[in-house]
């Protein structure tokens, strides 16, 4: 036989042989059990502008965002061998963070929120794509919950693997749960987002996927463009490496800017990781405790004149020396607007005819007539005055629920609800409890960078 014969009959073997390995399928079965623990990395950059509502105005500065994460997480629900029968709920963890703050600038002003010390042990959920993350060590801020919840979810990435084993160049849809969760919305309304088995490379199955969606996000309807690759270990049974990157185009809503951005977020993560902090022993006394307290919020102010702990369903909107400004979103629905003002002590003791005169001096012309008025004092013993009055803001009926509390050093508090009097009955409930978790400072401490003691 020739060597031109011998060199056609190995190329005709490997032809064979490649197109038979084209022709098997590749079955992306995802194997992890309870009690691994990945060593995750997280990026997020984004670039573009913010849109903010200013009156009839709308004003667009620039924005950059900067963000590293890096955490361990340990698995805590057993694993389904078989990709094809993923429950809808992928299952829960407990995150350490060892690092964990954003470099955000508007306009060239730069604003760093950071995970605090004491708030780095992170209990994560996802049910049907809403990822719930609350930490086992006491209530975190609401820019600690948007720290934690940032696009690039490492819970939901198996989300993005085929149903079925599937040869190069098949594709499938990737489930508008997944893209909530991976992509921190509220919902999906629609989506065109497919993915495409590329190629196997030495163990490695490499895997693309792209296109458009509309969901919702705070409170606001989303358009998003989005295009990204993995890459998953056909021996370890994971995913080893997500990025993608994607355009969003939001209005301003009634608690966050609108955005005109691309964003960019990477996820290396490293199965069979080891972390001290993440041992039976030491979460499991923590995973005992009552899952409804750790899911609020707080919130301190500015002078530590008053704390709050409140639900998730409100959102600090601004925050300054004098004032809070909180808004009530519930089910992508915008309810009511509460204001916490710091104001200083009257030449002499406040009466409740006073108070109401003051709100009729500050409504105006809006105001209508008064509901309710009555005092009374708080669980802890802080007296309070609370006085419902009616009015209206072009041709709106609205309610106008207002409390004088008695604070301690010149720091008194007026809380003010604002919303429209159909709401009345459903937002009495919610005005209630977030009440309830506020509380006053009673010793002044000069120079505390804590509160001393609440009541």
């Known amino acids: 036989m020739t060597n031109m014969c011998r060199v056609a009959i190995f190329l005709y073997i490997l032809t064979i042989k490649s197109i038979s390995l084209a022709q098997t399928p590749v079955d992306f079965h995802w194997r992890w059990q309870p009690g691994d623990i990945d060593r995750v990395t997280q990026t997020v950059e984004v670039e573009g502008t913010l849109r903010i509502q200013e009156g009839n105005q709308i004003t667009t500065p620039a924005t950059k965002v900067a963000g590293k994460f890096v955490y361990f997480e340990r698995r805590l629900s057993p694993a389904n061998s078989s990709r094809g029968d993923l429950p809808s709920e992928l299952g829960g963890s407990v995150r350490y963070y060892q690092d964990a703050e954003t470099d955000i600038r508007v306009d060239g002003s730069p604003f760093r929120p950071a995970l605090r010390e ?49 040869r190069p160049g098949d594709t499938w849809e990737i489930p508008a749960t997944v893209l909530c969760g991976l992509l921190s919305l509220e919902a999906v309304s629609s989506s065109t987002v497919r993915a ?18 509309e969901g919702a996000a705070n409170a606001m309807s989303t358009q998003l463009q989005i295009r990204g690759r993995y890459q998953f270990d056909l021996r370890r049974g994971r995913i080893i490496w997500v990025g ?3 355009r969003e185009d939001r209005p301003p809503g009634p608690i966050a800017p609108g955005v005109d951005v691309v964003a960019k977020v990477a996820l290396t993560i490293e199965p069979g990781a080891q972390c001290p ?47 809070a400004v909180f808004r009530l979103v519930d089910r992508g629905l915008y309810l009511a607007q509460c204001k916490i003002a710091v104001v200083g ?11 109401q005169e003051d709100i009729r001096h500050s409504l105006g012309k809006q105001f209508s007539q008064f509901v309710q008025a009555a005092e009374g004092r708080t669980a802890a013993g802080t007296p309070f005055f609370r006085v419902v009055a009616r009015g209206s803001i072009s041709d709106v009926p609205i309610c106008w629920v207002y409390y004088w509390l008695e604070g301690a050093s010149d720091r008194n508090l007026v809380v003010g609800f604002t919303f429209e009097d159909a709401l009345l009955e459903r937002v009495e409930e919610a005005e209630r409890k977030l009440l309830a978790g506020l509380k006053l400072r009673t010793e002044q401490v000069a120079g505390a960078p804590t509160p001393a003691k609440f009541e």
């Open 244 to 246: 993608f990157a994607f």
């Open 277 to 323: 902090e993440l041992t039976q022993a030491e979460i499991e006394p923590l995973l005992t405790q009552p899952e409804e307290a750790l899911l609020h919020l707080e919130q301190f102010s500015p002078d530590h004149s008053w704390q709050l702990e409140y639900e998730r369903t409100w959102y600090l909107t601004a925050l300054t020396e004098q004032n």
């Open 118 to 166: 004491n708030r780095r042990l992170v209990r994560v959920k996802d049910h049907q794509g809403e990822v719930i993350a609350y930490s086992l060590q006491g209530p975190l801020t609401r820019d600690e919950l948007d720290l934690l919840t940032s696009p690039g979810n490492s819970l939901v990435v198996d989300g993005l693997l085929p149903p079925r084993p599937v």
């Open 345 to 355: 002590s009257r030449p002499r003791p406040l009466t409740l005819p006073d108070f």
């Open 196 to 213: 495409r088995f590329l190629e196997v490379t030495h163990g490695v199955a490499r895997v693309e996927w792209e296109g458009k969606l």
